[in-house]
Nanobody, 125 residues
């Protein structure tokens, strides 16, 4: 069984930065790809970014491209989300998730097998 635990959320002003972490345990971390999703109040969970098992390929939603960076450290069983130039519309609960499909780009929540509990990110204007 895989457990994912996010940390690093908080309150930040517009234009600020946050770095989220997601620590994994259980199954060998390098055996599954990872992604970040977010969900704002009253909205559906939306894809943010994904990274393949090796970390060499990443993919971003257009809304965060150039501002957010996903990375992973397989030796530390951790995936990160560096968020820069934050905007109020980025306010949401951020979730890390893992999937075992063979495809590189997986953006649908239903295709992810493992989920963390989420961490709140609030960007004040």
């Amino acid at each position: 069984q895989v457990q994912l635990v996010e940390s690093g959320g908080g309150l930040v002003q517009t234009g600020g930065s946050l770095r989220l972490s997601c620590a994994a345990s259980g199954r060998t971390f390098s055996s599954y790809a990872m992604g970040w999703f977010r969900q704002a109040p009253g909205k559906e969970r939306e894809f943010v970014t994904t990274i393949i098992r090796s970390g060499y390929v990443t993919y971003y939603a257009d809304s965060v491209k150039g501002r957010f960076t996903i990375s992973r450290d397989n030796a530390k069983n951790t995936v990160y989300l560096q968020m820069n130039s934050l905007k109020p519309e980025n306010t949401a609960v951020y979730y890390c998730a893992g999937h075992t499909t063979s495809r590189y780009i997986v953006t649908m929540p239903r295709e992810y097998d493992y989920w963390g509990q989420g961490t709140q990110v609030t960007v004040s204007s």
